[in-house]
């Protein structure tokens, strides 16, 4: 499908219209001495605006988003809270993108625009989908924007993260109460075999046949942080006291220590990280007003 920017733009705008979104409308010139009522802002971060109207939409999509997942929101606690802070984040990383020179003009919002359209098979779909997703036209195009710079920008942020990193390879015995948690510290101490414990007394089935070994990891990995905490608490060769979890009480062997290939996950996981220490920067120096209610 091949048609103009601004054939795509009037057509998307034409749908969003008619699949319910408020018809535009023709306002009047105001007087010169009139003065412009200001748009109403939900943030304004370092100096710059989150509209009030683009935070309710991107709130009612949240709340969408739980409803199809059957969540209850009264679960949720601010939920409101997280929606804006997400939004402060992005608005964190565009201008951050946009400091470093990169720019993402009007012309290219129309044309990712109508690569999406394509994709979905028409502008007619594509408005029906900017109206079944509280988007107007302007306000799509708006996040649009903010999306290709904080996309730039968390490029830019986990680039240096390679192919390897300093990671921990460490095996646990997971049991179920403290008094054999103790036992087991007992007989390791004594010499017992800490592969072998694992394979008769943990608990932990994804890693009993391979003697608790958990393989290696970045620090922060492991899904149960009282396990990563004693992983780099500890060094290679050394066992931990027992540790107590959600799930019960460990014990930590580390086995190995050093700079090792990342897996796929995990180098997503420590690019993640990345991003994470960048925005907890950013906000501890940025000037951030919070004008929603």
């Known amino acids: 499908m091949k048609r103009t920017i601004a054939t795509v733009s009037a057509a998307l705008l034409l749908t969003a219209c008619n699949a319910g979104l408020a018809p535009a409308t023709l306002t009047p010139t105001a007087a010169p001495s009139v003065t412009p009522t200001p748009v109403p802002l939900a943030a304004r971060v370092n100096g710059e605006g989150i509209l009030l109207a683009d935070f309710l939409e991107e709130t009612t999509r949240f709340?969408?988003?739980?409803?199809t997942l059957g969540t209850d929101l009264a679960t949720l606690g601010d939920y409101q809270g997280d929606v804006l802070q997400a939004l402060i984040d992005r608005k964190l990383l565009a201008q951050g993108a946009t400091s470093r020179g990169h720019l993402v003009d009007e012309a290219a919002v129309e044309a990712q625009l109508e690569a999406l359209a394509e994709l979905r098979g028409s502008s007619e779909a594509m408005g029906?989908?900017?109206?079944?997703?509280?988007?107007?036209?302007?306000?799509?195009?708006?996040?649009?924007?903010?999306?290709?710079?904080?996309?730039?920008?968390?490029?830019?942020?986990?680039?240096?993260?390679?192919?390897?990193?300093?990671?921990?390879?460490?095996?646990?015995?997971?049991?179920?109460?403290?008094?054999?948690?103790?036992?087991?510290?007992?007989?390791?101490?004594?010499?017992?075999?800490?592969?072998?414990?694992?394979?008769?007394?943990?608990?932990?089935?994804?890693?009993?046949?391979?003697?608790?070994?958990?393989?290696?990891?970045?620090?922060?990995?492991?899904?149960?942080?009282?396990?990563?905490?004693?992983?780099?608490?500890?060094?290679?060769?050394?066992?931990?006291?027992?540790?107590?979890?959600?799930?019960?009480?460990?014990?930590?062997?580390?086995?190995?220590?050093?700079?090792?290939?990342?897996?796929?996950?995990?180098?997503r996981f420590v690019r993640a990280q990345a991003i994470r220490g960048w925005l907890e920067a950013e906000r501890a120096s940025a000037q951030i007003e919070i004008l929603a209610p």
Do not use: C
Not at 63 to 67: D, F, H, P, V
């Open 63 to 67: 709340e969408a988003a739980q409803g």
């Open 128 to 267: 029906a989908w900017l109206a079944e997703n509280a988007y107007t036209l302007d306000s799509f195009k708006r996040a649009l924007q903010e999306d290709m710079l904080a996309e730039w920008m968390a490029e830019e942020i986990s680039r240096p993260v390679g192919e390897a990193a300093e990671q921990s390879r460490a095996a646990h015995i997971l049991v179920a109460t403290k008094q054999e948690a103790d036992a087991l510290l007992a007989e390791l101490a004594t010499g017992a075999n800490f592969a072998d414990l694992a394979w008769v007394r943990s608990l932990d089935a994804s890693t009993r046949p391979s003697g608790g070994d958990l393989g290696w990891s970045p620090q922060g990995y492991l899904l149960v942080p009282e396990v990563d905490a004693a992983v780099w608490a500890i060094a290679p060769g050394e066992t931990s006291d027992v540790i107590e979890s959600a799930l019960g009480y460990h014990i930590v062997r580390v086995l190995e220590r050093g700079v090792q290939p990342l897996s796929p996950d995990a180098a």
